[in-house]
């Protein structure tokens, strides 16, 4: 079964910084597009950010662009979301997903449950 799960998320201090990192079973993230999303309360989920198998990261949210990197961790099987100077306004549940496709896409099917990031002022 396709699964995947996110860690990470914590409180933090606004300007601080924190790397999520989403691992997937059940298939080889090497091979399969991640994208992280987030949903604060009250509002629609936003797209991140997706990187794709060869490694090219998509950013999706102008809000967050500048302060997040996404890499790919070979070694261990895993993608990270690296944000830096956090904001308040960036708390929120931050889930990954993946699809059985090399390239970022729209849709995606597999999902984890979401690690809370939340920013204190």
């Known amino acids: 079964q396709v699964q995947v799960a996110e860690s990470g998320g914590g409180l933090v201090q606004a300007g601080g910084s924190l790397r999520l990192t989403c691992t997937g079973s059940g298939f080889d993230v090497d091979y399969f597009a991640i994208a992280w999303f987030r949903q604060a309360p009250g509002k629609e989920r936003e797209g991140v950010s997706c990187?794709?198998?060869?490694?090219?990261?998509?950013y999706l949210s102008d809000s967050v662009e500048g302060r997040v990197t996404m890499s790919r961790d070979d070694s261990v099987a895993a993608v990270h979301l690296r944000m830096n100077n956090l904001k308040p306004e960036d708390t929120a549940l931050y889930s990954c997903a993946t699809e059985p496709t090399t390239w970022c896409t729209k849709e995606y099917h597999v999902w984890g449950r979401g690690t809370q990031v939340t920013v204190s002022s």
């Open positions: 990187i794709s198998a060869t490694g090219d990261v998509t």
